[in-house]
């Protein structure tokens, strides 16, 4: 979940008038995380991060799990 971004001025606003908060920042002059509705983001795996999707490493009941295809359908043959 990602914070939904604040509503900016238009560009010509910005940049000639300085009105509105600059790129990542709230009306204050802060970087704004957490204020206002989230919004669902598309997940990308955590791609980069060693160890896999944080979600999996985290869940504390071990129900979350992430694999392929071929990974599953494996699993399901030798349930058979």
Do not use: Y
Request: net charge positive.
């Amino acid at each position: 979940m990602a914070a939904a971004p604040a509503k900016k001025p238009g560009l010509l606003q910005w940049l000639l008038f300085g009105w509105g908060p600059g790129p990542g920042e709230d009306k204050a002059g802060h970087h704004s995380e957490s204020k206002g509705p989230k919004l669902a983001v598309k997940c990308d795996m955590c791609m980069g991060i060693d160890g896999g999707p944080t979600c999996v490493r985290a869940c504390p009941t071990g129900a979350a799990a992430r694999g392929n295809v071929e990974q599953f359908l494996a699993v399901r043959r030798e349930a058979q």
